[in-house]
């Protein structure tokens, strides 16, 4: 298919899509479509989309919420914590061990990730409110998780409608027992997606981790010159371990994980580094600037997806440093390049010109391109669940083909696009799922990595590529058509 | 490095001496107790599994660690897709809604529809009035459902938005555009702070049977049965009662089948399959018998059922041998027809089955959690086993369940004897303290008992809901004589996996590891 036959065939889906909202939400939705190009005219964004704004009600958005981006994402995965969903019971249950930011701990004694906590609202504390029911909560956590290095509020949508005062009631016992307690606004109804609750998750990491002085266990860490920090890399399948071991092979110190397998030592001494290296620009360009306002630390993005994109990165990094660390940084590029050749020689005729749709959150529809182009696969549409415009300005340099850009696209959009420009793999997330695999679509899910990975680094590339495999041929999905079907039929 | 010839994912990536050292160099930047004193770990962790820790960690009031329940709309969410082309919408914010749909979904391996209204801050103050009048457009405009089921988040209770108005005013604004008058919308109020996730599915149901029996009322009966099935998560299960509805030639409507919806064979996907239909609803008023098949999900319910609408029946639980013939006599009591050849046989073999197997669960101590109905029939089966359910533990019980399980487990003397526990209102790890102190053989339990399973070594039968990480449980049926054969063969073979697990050390133990039982 040449290029003009794709945009076209694209630009027309679009608007066959549009057709079908009434009015009002047609003109909305128009808006959040687009299709982009490497050389795409729009200024600020890409494929001239918009972006942040309010879902439209009653379609059925991939969105969440303000508590899902700070417990679920930010805070959830700090490991030497407690994070109490603080409110009804339904959130935490719902997003209880959902993410897989993996961790190294004795859950229940000194690491808390997977496990559920949460204040459980009743009728009763909603009327009479529930600042008394929290203070005992944190109360009950210090006595059976004596090695919990604090705890944080997550709270839920009736806490700020009700009047609940959890900033004074975690100051307060703070202040009586020298604990590190963290109250963050958070509740659901905040914002327009996860992306507010990250940036209220990253303020108060700044104002009860940076400036709230937290006592931490054991010494202090003598600085480096070679200190880094990973930030906003949350670990899901180990992603921040086959990232790490690449940065310590360069000859760099990785003295902190933001927030997979983290803990609050390493975020507090991570205001020492010598340079952060920001993964999930979304989640956590916030810290990262204050950092480097507060405290002089630079920031740079990377990109730990395929090897294109991580060489790139691994060079970007290095030039930060001496030219011991560029040499080490070049002895790894070459030390891994030929299991790349062999990796990439083994599936690329297996893959190649395999068309992907792509939806997801983060960074992910934009990093992972370079990824499924390593492999000879060609990304045709893309979009965030809650990105801002810097986000898909950061897309434009990313893509290498007209591209479908759909940001906070809905199920029945995303069904008309890929019905109509059949690709050979949607990479989305579980609650699409099984809609496309129904229709005998190899899907892979690109939150979880379908229970899979790590992806990031040279490892991480060579399990993307075997998953890949795996999906777009796999011998099930020529199973759908059975042998008393006619021709035409599924 | 990966070897391309045998690429490992994290399972093995991580086991490579290269990544042990990376994980052990963290440990000096890391703040943990277990990277500053692993031995310190090691003391509280050893602290954790006595009774000191048992009595504090019972003694909670506040907190809930673990819990084994969910909130109200997930059930409103279940009880739409049991209706025919009906779309469950969720007025309040849509985090909520992706978190519903993300439950379902990875427990059944299926896509779960449900939209929301999205709403955020201007709504909580303003009121969601508008996020519905647009919401129902934008979904019957999109989805072209034949109803949609409206249930709410707190936040929508928490400002006391009221749906019926919101309803009306929608349908008026719309003036017929996408909504016609007589477009069904139903709905419940499901605030998240009470109740659980039952008392969202009877809402719910309370809510689409009355609104939709609405003047439906007529002299005459239909003739039919309906039955309810309660917040159902095997699949088999429905399948199971309807072949024993079936079996009598009784005409029934299964009020809320979401059987189909989450069962759907590969090849074209459309958004809806199988569910009530509406015209069936509409009339279920009028039926001569109305059956639950779980009483604690479905109070209010059989409450307007039994008071208002005086319909016979009322509540039988189909799990287990005598669960199983309570729901046959009442359908032959119902029908006025003798119990079916088939039934008969069917029993016959269950009973076979349960008298070749019995050694083996006989006096095996079973740790059990769930929602009360379950627990019920499952508590039941297991004494009819005679087994020993050492731990009953419901997080969510409505009243008077506490007082049917103590009866229930009164009515075998080994039982009795042998020192069972019910334990109300109770969380996970509160049973990870009753596991410890009072170990029993197995556990029967949702994924959540996964780390539990971890912690105590004791073994997991999954039976329940969610489960998460085992495949097609839910495809099976728990009901009825062939689903009670089910549950028989599950942890009677888990016993025996388990003996053999027990014995297979090589000169040690292997005598008793043996190739026929």
């Known amino acids: ?490 | 490095m990966q070897d391309v010839n045998n690429i490992v994912n994290g399972k093995d990536l991580f086991r490579k001496p290269e990544y042990k050292a990376v994980l052990e160099n963290k440990k000096q930047f890391e703040g943990g107790m277990g990277a500053i004193n692993p031995a310190k770990t090691e003391e509280i962790a050893e602290w954790t599994k006595g009774w000191d820790y048992r009595e504090k960690n019972l003694a909670r009031e506040a907190i809930t660690i673990n819990p084994a329940k969910a909130c109200q709309p997930l059930g409103a969410v279940m009880v739409a897709l049991g209706f025919e082309n009906t779309m469950p919408y969720v007025h309040g914010s849509h985090g909520c809604v992706a978190y519903f749909r993300s439950y379902f979904t990875r427990h059944f391996k299926e896509p779960t529809p449900c939209v929301s209204d999205s709403m955020t801050e201007d709504a909580a103050v303003f009121g969601g009035l508008t996020n519905m009048k647009d919401g129902l457009k934008n979904c019957a405009a999109l989805y072209k459902p034949e109803m949609i089921a409206v249930s709410t988040t707190c936040m929508a209770e928490v400002i006391g938005d009221d749906l019926y108005a919101f309803a009306i005013a929608a349908k008026e604004e719309d003036a017929g555009e996408f909504l016609a008058a007589d477009f069904p919308i139903t709905y419940a109020h499901t605030p998240s702070f009470t109740g659980s996730h039952i008392t969202g599915y009877d809402n719910m149901m309370h809510g689409i049977m009355s609104q939709l029996t609405e003047g439906n009322k007529k002299e005459e009966k239909n003739g039919k049965i309906n039955i309810i099935p309660g917040f159902e998560t095997y699949i088999g299960s429905m399948r199971s009662v309807k072949a024993i509805v079936e079996s009598f030639g009784a005409e029934y409507t299964m009020l809320g089948d979401h059987s189909d919806q989450w069962d759907m064979p590969a090849g074209d996907y459309s958004m809806f399959a199988g569910g009530t239909p509406i015209a069936d609803a509409k009339d279920c008023i009028n039926a001569d018998a109305t059956i639950t098949l779980q009483k604690y999900s479905t109070v209010k319910t059989m409450k307007m059922v039994n008071k208002k609408w005086k319909h016979a029946g009322g509540f039988s639980n189909p799990i287990g041998l005598k669960g199983t013939d309570e729901f046959v006599m009442k359908l032959a009591e119902l029908t006025g027809k003798d119990v079916p050849q088939k039934l008969k046989t069917e029993r016959g073999r269950l009973v076979d089955a349960m008298q070749d197997s019995y050694p083996y669960m006989h006096g095996k101590k079973f740790a059990i959690w769930g929602d009360p109905d379950f627990l019920i029939g499952m508590v039941s089966f297991l004494l009819e086993m005679g087994a020993e359910p050492t731990h009953v533990l419901c997080n969510n019980p409505a009243r008077g369940w506490e007082d049917e399980m103590r009866a229930l487990l009164d009515t075998s003397p080994a039982a009795a004897a042998a020192d069972c526990h019910v334990w109300a209102g109770k969380d996970l790890w509160h049973m990870r303290s009753l596991l410890f102190t009072e170990p029993v053989d197995f556990m029967i339990g949702n994924s959540y008992g996964k780390e539990l399973m971890r912690d105590t070594d004791v073994p997991l039968i999954y039976i329940g809901f969610p489960i998460f990480d085992r495949h097609h449980l839910h495809r099976y049926s728990i009901s009825g004589y062939d689903g009670a054969l089910n549950l028989l063969t599950w942890i009677t073979n888990k016993v025996l996996d388990q003996l053999d697990e027990d014995t297979k050390g090589i000169a040690s133990t292997d005598y008793f590891f043996d190739l026929i039982r």
Not at chain 1, 142 to 157: A, M, W
């Open chain 1, 1 to 490: 298919m040449g290029p003009e036959s794709l945009e076209a065939k694209q630009k027309a889906a679009i608007e066959e899509v549009l057709k079908a909202y009434p009015e009002k939400a047609a003109k909305n939705r128009a808006k959040h479509l687009g299709v982009g190009g490497p050389e795409d005219e729009s200024q600020k964004t890409c494929g001239n989309v918009r972006s942040n704004k309010k879902t439209v009600p009653g379609v059925m958005s991939q969105r969440g919420c303000a508590y899902a981006g700070s417990k679920g994402v930010v805070w959830g995965p700090v490991k030497d914590m407690v994070h109490i969903s603080h409110g009804p019971v339904g959130c935490g249950q719902y997003s209880r061990a959902g993410r897989r930011n993996y961790y190294i701990g004795t859950t229940g004694v000194d690491t808390f990730v997977t496990m559920n906590f949460t204040s459980d609202y009743q009728e009763k504390d909603i009327v009479f409110g529930g600042d008394k029911k929290l203070d005992k909560c944190l109360h009950e956590i210090d006595e059976l998780f004596p090695l919990n290095n604090g705890i944080t509020v997550q709270s839920e949508c009736p806490i700020g409608l009700i009047g609940d005062d959890i900033n004074a009631t975690s100051k307060m016992y703070a202040k009586k027992t020298g604990q590190t307690i963290v109250p963050v606004n958070c509740e659901g109804f905040r914002g327009v997606s996860q992306s507010l609750g990250h940036h209220l998750a990253n303020d108060t990491i700044r104002d009860y981790v940076f400036d709230g002085n937290p006592t931490i266990l054991g010494e202090p860490i003598e600085v480096t010159e070679y200190d880094v920090a990973i930030i906003g890399d949350y670990n899901i399948g180990g992603d921040a371990w086959s990232s790490r071991i690449l940065l310590e092979e360069m000859g760099l110190r990785v003295v902190a994980q933001w927030s997979g397998d983290a803990t609050i030592k390493e975020m507090v001494q991570t205001t020492k580094a010598k340079l952060n290296l920001l993964h999930c620009y979304r989640s956590m360009n916030y810290i990262s600037r204050h950092m480097e306002k507060e405290y002089g630390i630079p920031w740079i993005e990377y990109n730990f997806f395929g090897p294109t994109q991580t060489v790139k990165s691994l060079r970007k990094i290095a030039a930060f440093f001496d030219e011991s660390i560029q040499a080490k940084c070049e002895e790894v590029i070459a030390k891994y390049q030929p299991m790349v050749d062999a990796v990439q020689a083994k599936f690329r005729p297996r893959l190649e010109g395999k068309q992907v749709m792509l939806f997801v959150g983060g960074l992910r529809p934009r990093h992972v391109i370079g990824a499924y182009e390593d492999l000879g696969m060609e990304v045709i549409g893309t979009g965030y669940e809650f990105a801002h415009d810097d986000d898909y300005k950061r897309t434009k340099d990313e893509i290498f083909r007209s591209t479908v850009i759909y940001d906070d696209v809905n199920e029945y959009e995303l069904e008309a696009f890929v019905k109509k420009l059949q690709p050979d793999l949607v990479a989305s997330g579980i609650k699409e799922k099984y809609v496309f695999q129904k229709m005998g679509l190899p899907y892979r899910q690109m939150h979880s990595w379908d229970y899979s990975g790590p992806y990031h680094g040279y490892d991480g590339f060579a399990i993307f590529a075997a998953d890949m495999d795996l999906a777009i041929n796999s011998p099930v999905w020529g199973h759908s058509k059975a042998p008393w079907d006619k021709e035409g039929e599924a």
